[in-house]
């Protein structure tokens, strides 16, 4: 029996207006489970409407009260773990045991974080910096905000916008993927007992309802996870009208290997950090740069650690990950290996597995040259890269010589070298000995082509508080 998902709009659910809907893939099979809303012009209207309605009564709650909401949300979010899992991996493919430890679990941790933060916005003290003038800074929400969350995380993705967007006091209208809307439905549910209607609405459909959401008049804030393409067009969008717009656009994380570093736990980290979720993930470690001296024994070890790789299905406990998204993603990832330049090797997968639903074995590449296609472009796939550098000035340029500048990892036991590397990154995360590590407290975001506004932490929060300065003179 199909399932059919609905937009959630001033606290009811409702299809869409004109009728139409989306297909909605399983990627374990290629086959239609469900059906969702394909939103149009008139069910943006009303979410926005729904939404700014809303909001001056949600912005006028105290700190405490907006907590308690929160922590609600989290601890319902918990109770519903079983079906937020299910509804994941359903849309996704992902594996169960996987969902459940390294997905669902900080994203109530992180709904918990962002309750905390509510009632911690810092400002500057009341002071005179004009005699007889008293001046106060206010932080403020920004208003209605439009959220545009991915396939690659949905469910924390989805957290990652509405969180702090509603500790902060604005209202939101939150347009999960096209292929990837089950979670999202579900957690509109699941707010939907707690929040009042038109706080939190849900509008499903394509790249045009995203854009009708970023274009509309209503919104004082435009957020988006998504490819540079997207993320240039709603910042073209948003310019229009002077929007706000916070972006996190891809990355093309380099993992930096020098000849000291402890290979065997290096290996082991970045197949983790390279193939978890299928390598669809902006901050997965898919160009390794190891030193020259210790190349050919990483290459080998990392060629091994992959072929013992596991792919297949969300119920099978031995595997790392699942399929890739949809077709069009099979597609992507599969022509950049058709079309990798002769002087290159595969030196592990490099092809499908199977012939039902989008499985891509994990796949090691060496012999890469800084110009390739897929050393500058993002695969967003199980597919690592490996080049050789002769010393740490050539390891910087190899490393900073692409287009994004997300995250981005450093192996070596000299401290000092680790701190040099950790300056001359051009990355909005360094980590030393380690990949693809995040908690709550700290900001997540990048740099040029990566977009711009942080993630997670107290200055994602403020990315969605607004400041006024008041002043005020002291005569009677």
Known sequence: ????????????????????????????????????????????????????????????????????????????????????????????????????????????????????????????????????????????????????????????????????????????????????????VLIAEIIGQILPKGVFNVVCGDRETGRAMVEHPTPAMASITGSVRAGMQVAESAAKDVKRVHLELGGKAPAVVFEDADLAKAVEDLVVGGFFNAGQDCTAATRVLVHESVHDEFVSALAKAAAGTKTGLPDDEDVLYGPLNNADQLAQVSGFIERLPGHTKVEAGGHRVGDKGYFYAPTVVSGLRQDDEIVQQEVFGPVMTVQSFTDEAQAVEYANGVEYALASSVWTKDHARAMRMSKKLDFGCVWINTHMALVAEMPHGGFKKSGYGKDLSAYGFEDYTRIKHVMTSLDD
């Open 1 to 184: 029996m199909s399932t059919t998902f609905r937009n959630y709009i001033d606290g009811a659910f409702a299809d869409a207006s004109d009728g139409r809907t989306l297909d909605v893939v399983d990627p374990t099979s290629g086959e239609v489970y469900a059906t969702s809303p394909l939103s149009g012009p008139a069910d943006v209207d009303a979410a926005m409407a729904a939404a700014a309605a809303a909001f001056p009564g949600w912005r006028d709650t105290t700190p405490s009260v907006r907590q308690r909401a929160l922590l609600k949300i989290a601890d319902a979010m918990e109770a519903r773990a079983d079906d937020l899992v299910a509804a994941e991996s359903r849309d996704t493919g992902k594996p169960l045991h996987l969902l459940r430890s390294d997905e669902l679990a900080p994203a109530i941790d992180q709904v918990r974080f962002f309750a905390g933060a509510a009632r911690l916005l810092e400002g500057r003290s009341a002071g005179e910096y004009m005699e007889g003038l008293t001046s106060i800074v206010r932080r403020e929400p920004v208003g209605v905000c439009a959220q545009v969350a991915p396939w690659n995380y949905p469910l924390l993705m989805a957290v990652w916008k509405f969180a702090p967007a509603l500790a902060a006091g604005n209202a939101v209208v939150l347009k999960p993927s096209d292929t990837t809307p089950a979670s999202t």
